[in-house]
């Protein structure tokens, strides 16, 4: 079973809800026949529409952004200063891109500690035998000194 990334559908919402802030009162018809959506409702059906969710899956993703501070409550349904400067920075797609790299650099650096900490090994290792066949070669003359 694979496992599914809701990183799109996450920024697709914060998107949406900030679209339906910027066209809230476009075209506001106090006569209509129409009945009022909300804002929260209006989502969950493109949301619901677009990637094919499932209520459950739908509100774990609000209760994520709820917990991730992005949305200040879902019901109103209204997103967050920090939810504005989340999606213009990119938001979940490119905080998973950010934490892959990151990982992807660590990695490397971590390959090269392991390299360069072999070759310290080695290097102590030479200077620990040089020292002791110098430490031989004293001992030698100094039995040969007090010998004679």
């Given at each position: ?38 804002t929260k409702e ?61 990982k992807t650099r ?6 090269d500690l392991n ?34």
């Amino acid at each position: 079973m694979t496992e599914k990334n809701y990183n799109v559908e996450l920024d697709f919402i914060l998107q949406q809800l900030i679209h339906e802030y910027e066209n809230v009162y476009k075209g506001v018809s106090f006569y209509s026949d129409v009945s009022f959506t909300t804002t929260k409702e209006k989502i969950t059906t493109l949301t619901m529409e677009k990637f094919k969710l499932k209520e459950w899956e739908l509100n774990l993703l609000f209760y994520t952004m709820l917990l991730d501070k992005y949305l200040k409550s879902i019901d109103p349904l209204t997103i967050s200063l920090e939810g504005l400067v989340f999606i213009n920075n990119g938001g979940y797609t490119r905080k998973t891109e950010m934490q892959n790299r990151e990982k992807t650099r660590l990695d490397a650096i971590q390959k090269d500690l392991n390299k360069y900490s072999f070759g310290l090994m080695i290097f102590t290792a030479i200077v620990a035998l040089g020292t002791l066949i110098s430490a031989w070669y004293f001992a030698i003359e100094v039995y040969k000194f007090y010998k004679e």
